[in-house]
Each structure stands twice: as structure tokens, then as C-alpha cells.
């Protein structure tokens, strides 16, 4: 059931109406969104901390200023609900990161006030200056761009080569730094470190020296940034200053739901919980549910770095989305959370390589697009023992277009010197974590989908996954299905449905994209004149094509159906029903399969 807004909230269809309540009137506006916020993310989950913290900002911004005319890029974008709401998707917002609704992240294409799309962190900086720029350049010396940035953002690396930039032009710029003191998890980092101090309650240790200014920055604040009239009082005052200027407002994340405030990491997006008390509900169906693959990766290299002390494990960021905060909490001085800095993140673990340490380097496979020239040029090239678990491999659900992790079998199977896995389940991925530690395995690229694997017993001794060896799930006679990773579940489903249709499925679960099982490609190759592949990830440049290469090196001559995700950008929905779209479900290799002709 839709939320019902205030009395308030229920007249504003755009900016226009804002303006035209009372700066008095404000504060109960923000009230009633967070109530519209709170009801409608505990029935539809979404990101509800950091967009509860960023509530009076959004509405101090529109009230301000000239949206859409002044341009305003919220980064990471995960904070922009009230956004959304002011900006005339209030009556779509239960339809919020669901299948054909709006987008969680703010899009371009979806509203002209979404001045830029963001999703991944740490981007508003450059495309604010670059708008800025092109303003002054078309004669528009009017026009304000705004980034909002948090504080675990601002610290990226990308962010930081933007207000270096920035600081030598006299751009029309305004950056709003939301400090609310915390990332995903505790933030980390020195430059965090200088803002604590900067805003901290011992006086004694504000610095002097202001960073932002040492950058050419017109520093503003600290300002409370849960005090919209003072936010409206010093916005519209920054609104006549020329050249970059930040206006530096401390926020607290979870802001008015006592439960986000006190548990900051669990309610940064907490799925679906009451309203009231807070308390989160579960989806789960009692009884022995599988664990999810994060867990298990975070189980398991605690179990091995226990027994071979070179193991260290590395996230940028990501400690509970990955679960190496398990380590972290067992082994504090092997874990590292780098902050927001994939590259620095990959980087860093061929540095740790170089000197003989095994890194476990977990990043979001989304995420990981940031680092790719760090992976060729620092540990490819040099051939360095690094282990890549790429977390959220495929389709990832309702975060969407930016979030899934669709390309990395493509953009890492070019790369020379890399050996390339994806499990089928939660004991194949520790397996080949075991594997990937071994001496002499070079760079490891492990993918692995978000959620739950499908056995609930995967905890048994450790055995070797050989490189480059796959293996026949099922045998058959009439056709061969080829699958990589996790989506080989849906493969096999459809091979034993099939049986009952009299048609002789042979499943092979390739294991490996790099090297490629040659020896199980031939016996197919041989065997069988149709074949499917099946992958979730894109069809370009991806397992599909890495098997069409090889029966074109050979000559091989087989009618072949490559299953995976279209060149498009997927939306977001349940992963269910985006692999539905994408045709690569049980239900979608089944009639595929019953094209062919037999
Ligand atoms: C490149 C990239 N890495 C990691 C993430 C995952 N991520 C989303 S929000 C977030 C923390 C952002 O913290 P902050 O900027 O302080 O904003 P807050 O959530 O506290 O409002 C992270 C790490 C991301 N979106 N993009």
C-alpha cells in the first residue's frame, strides 16, 4: 500500500510548490517526509539511512535554489529519496527500485531535476565542474552546480582529483559536504581522521590549516545539517559568492528513526522492517536455507589465512557487504578496509604481492570497472600473486543499471596471464579460494553471484579445483548446454525438466573461462552439433563468444545459442525477473532449447 503524505507533502508535485511554503513551514515539511520515507522503505526496501540524514539538504537545496536550472548531482546517489519525492516521483515512490518503477539512484532519464546519474561513488565532483565549465564556456555565469558529496565519498579517489582541479578554476561551484561521520561501515582513513578533528566537541584539536581552502575552496561551516532554516539562511548567502565554494553541514545518518540512528551499518539499507519498532523482518523460509556466497568467502579465508600466514584480505569499503569483517574482527592486522578506492584497493594488494603476500582483493564486480588498468598494468603484467574475489558477479537485483556485474567475464578474459573461475555453489567458491592460494597460481579472478548458494552442507575439507578443467554435470545425447558459475543451477534445472519432454541434455559446467577446459571443448565439440551457452553476464566477449572462438580455431562446425545479458543496460527488478527478461532462466534455456529442430 502507497504511503499516504502529510498534509504538506501531498501539495508539493515540484520545486515550485516548495517555494512557496513559509521558511516556517519547512521543518514540519521535513517531518512528514521522513514519516512518507519510513513508511515507504519498510514496506519496500531501499537505502533508507543515508536518504533519512539528507532530508532537510534536499529540501533547503530546492527551496534555494533554481532547480532544475542550477544543476544538482547527488553522489553515490543512495541519498537522494527526499530528491525524488520533492521532485515530482512522490506518488511513484512506492514503486522505488522495482521491476519497470523508478530507479533508486537518481537517472537522467528519469526527471530533468536528476542532473546527472550516479550509483557509483565519488563522480559528482568531476561532472559538477565539467557542467560548470561548459556553463562559463557558453557565456552562463548564472548558473550554480551543485555536488552533494558524503564524507567516505569526498575521501575517493576521484573526488579528490576533482577539487584539485576545481581549485584553479573560477567556476560557478558549490560542493555540500554531508558529514554524517560514517560510510557503509565505520569510515576509515586519515582524511576522515582530519574531519573528526575538524568538527569534533575538543575545540583544542580543530585544526587551523583548512584543507578545502588549501585547495581554493570557499569553506563554509560546520553547519547543522538537520537545521533546515539555518541551511535555507546560509545557502541563499553562498548563492552570491562567486568561484568553488563547500559548505562543510554535519548530518547524522538514520536521522529521527531511533533504530537507524543507533545501528547505522544494518539500516544503510536494511530490506524490509516495522515501521514502528524498527525491527527487521526477515524473507527467509525457515529450515536449512544455504549460506550466502559472501559468507562463505568470508568464512573461508579466515580458515585459510589461519593456516598459511601470507593470506591477507583487502576491501575498498565493503567490509559487511563482502564479510570480511569476519576477518577484520578476527584478524585486525591482516584485513584492510582501504575506504572507497577500488584502484588504490588492487594497487595496494600487488604491493603486498610483490614482497610475497597472498592478497584476498574482494571487490563488487561492479565496482571493480574502476581499477582495470590497475589489474593489467600493476598485477597482470608483472604476473603477481593476487586473488580477485569479484563479489555481486551478474545480475544484482533492484540497485540496477549501475550495480550489476554483467561485464567482468568480458573485460577480464582479454587480459593476458589471469586465471578466471566462477563457482557453482558455495563449495566450489571455497574450493577455488583453496586453490587460488597454492603456490605458483598467479593471478586469480574468482566471480561470484550476491545471495544465497543452494546447499546447505558446503563445509567440508578443502580439495584442489585444477585450472582450466571443467566437468559433465549430466550426460546426454541430443544436445550440450555450457555454463559458468552460479546460473549453471538454472542449466541444470532445465536439462532434468527436458527429460521429461524425451529430450537428452548433456550439461557441462565449464568451471573456468581462463584457460578453457580444450579437452572437455573437443569431446563436445565432437559429440554434439547443437549447443547453448549460458551465462550471467554479458554475451559480448564473454563465455558465448570465448566458446564460438574456439570452434572457429578448430573448425568446428555446431549450431550455437549464446544465453546471457543482451548489449543493453538492465534495470533493476528482483534478479528473478531480470533474468527472466534476459532469457536465461530455466524457463528461458527451455525454450531455447525447444527452437532447435531434433
Ligand atoms: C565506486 C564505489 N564503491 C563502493 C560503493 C558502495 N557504497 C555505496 S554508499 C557507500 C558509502 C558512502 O558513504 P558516504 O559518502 O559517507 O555517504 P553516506 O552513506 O554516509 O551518506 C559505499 C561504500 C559505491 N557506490 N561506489
Not at 71 to 85: E, F, M, P, R, S
Request: with cysteine; glycine share 10%; aromatic share 8%.
Amino acid at each position: 500500500m502507497p504511503a499516504i503524505p502529510g498534509h504538506i507533502l501531498s501539495q508539493i508535485n515540484s520545486p515550485k510548490d516548495l517555494k512557496r511554503l513559509t521558511e516556517e513551514e519547512l521543518p514540519e515539511l521535513c517531518k512528514e517526509i521522513r514519516e512518507f520515507l519510513i513508511e515507504e522503505t519498510s514496506q519496500n526496501p531501499g537505502h533508507l539511512g543515508s536518504s533519512l540524514g539528507a532530508v532537510e539538504l534536499a529540501v533547503a537545496i530546492h527551496y534555494v535554489f533554481d532547480t532544475p536550472y542550477d544543476k544538482l548531482i547527488w553522489d553515490v546517489g543512495h541519498q537522494a529519496y527526499a530528491h525524488k519525492i520533492l521532485t515530482g516521483r512522490r506518488d511513484l515512490f512506492h514503486t522505488n527500485r522495482m521491476y519497470g518503477g523508478i530507479s533508486g539512484f537518481p537517472k537522467m532519464s528519469e526527471s530533468e531535476y536528476d542532473a546527472f546519474g550516479t550509483g557509483h561513488s565519488s563522480t559528482s565532483l568531476s561532472a559538477a565542474l565539467g557542467m560548470a565549465i561548459a556553463s562559463g564556456l557558453q557565456g552562463n555565469h548564472d548558473r550554480l552546480h551543485i555536488s552533494v558529496i558524503g564524507d567516505a565519498a569526498i575521501a575517493g579517489g576521484m573526488a579528490m582529483e576533482a577539487l584539485n582541479n576545481a581549485g584553479i578554476h573560477k567556476a560557478n561551484l558549490l560542493v555540500i559536504l554531508n558529514d554524517n561521520g560514517i560510510s557503509i561501515d565505520p569510515n576509515v582513513g586519515a582524511f576522515n581522521d582530519y574531519l573528526a578533528r575538524m568538527t569534533g566537541d575538543q575545540p583544542a584539536l580543530h585544526t587551523r590549516s583548512n584543507f578545502f581552502e588549501a585547495f581554493n575552496f570557499q569553506y563554509f561551516g560546520p553547519i547543522d545539517g538537520h537545521d533546515v532554516i539555518q541551511l535555507v539562511k546560509q545557502l541563499k548567502e553562498i548563492r552570491l559568492i562567486p568561484g568553488p565554494k563547500l559548505l562543510h553541514a554535519i548530518t547524522t545518518k538514520g536521522k529521527g528513526f531511533k533504530k537507524a540512528e543507533e545501528e547505522q551499518t544494518v539500516y544503510h539499507a536494511p530490506g524490509l522492517f516495522n515501521k514502528v519498532t524498527g525491527e527487521i523482518k526477515t524473507t527467509d523460509s525457515p529450515g536449512m536455507i544455504p549460506p550466502k556466497y559472501q559468507d562463505v568467502f568470508g568464512e573461508t579465508i579466515i580458515e585459510l589465512a589461519e593456516k598459511n600466514d601470507r593470506i591477507v584480505g583487502i576491501t575498498p569499503a565493503m567490509p559487511t557487504g563482502s564479510s570480511l569483517n569476519l576477518m577484520m574482527a578476527k584478524m585486525p592486522h591482516r584485513a584492510f578496509d582501504v575506504g572507497i578506492a577500488e584502484q588504490h584497493a588492487v594497487t595496494f594488494a600487488a604491493g603486498l604481492a610483490a614482497q610475497g603476500m597472498i592478497p584476498f582483493c574482494n571487490i563488487y564486480s561492479s565496482f571493480m570497472q574502476r581499477a582495470y588498468d590497475q589489474v593489467i598494468h600493476d598485477v597482470a603484467l608483472q604476473k603477481l600473486h593476487v586473488v580477485f574475489c569479484l563479489d555481486r558477479g551478474g545480475l544484482v537485483g533492484e540497485d540496477g543499471a549501475t550495480h550489476h556485474g554483467t561485464f567482468d567475464l568480458a573485460y577480464f578474459r582479454v587480459i593476458p596471464n589471469l586465471t578466471i573461475c566462477s563457482p557453482l555453489n558455495e563449495e566450489e567458491l571455497r574450493n577455488m579460494m583453496y586453490t587460488a592460494q597454492l603456490p605458483g597460481a598467479g593471478t586469480y579472478v574468482i566471480r561470484y553471484p550476491k545471495g544465497r548458494g543452494v546447499m546447505p552442507g558446503w563445509n567440508r575439507p578443502f580439495k584442489a579445483l585444477p585450472a582450466g578443467k571443467g566437468r559433465k554435470m549430466q550426460d546426454g545425447k541430443d544436445m550440450a548446454i555450457i555454463s559458468i558459475g552460479h546460473i549453471g543451477n538454472e542449466a541444470a534445472k532445465a536439462a532434468i525438466q527436458l527429460e521429461s519432454q524425451s529430450i537428452s541434455v548433456a550439461h557441462y559446467d565449464i568451471r573456468y573461462l581462463k584457460p578453457l577446459d580444450e579437452v572437455l571443448l573437443h569431446e563436445i565439440f565432437t559429440r554434439f552439433d547443437k549447443v547453448i551457452t549460458v551465462e550471467d553476464g554479458t554475451i559480448t566477449g564473454g563465455l558465448g563468444s570465448a566458446v564460438l572462438e574456439f570452434m572457429s580455431d578448430h573448425h568446428y562446425k555446431a549450431d550455437v545459442t549464446r544465453l546471457g545479458i543482451p548489449d543493453r543496460f538492465i534495470e533493476q527488478g528482483r534478479v528473478g525477473e531480470l533474468q527472466h527478461e534476459c532469457g536465461f532462466d530455466a524457463e528461458g534455456i527451455i525454450n531455447t532449447i525447444l527452437n532447435f529442430k531434433f
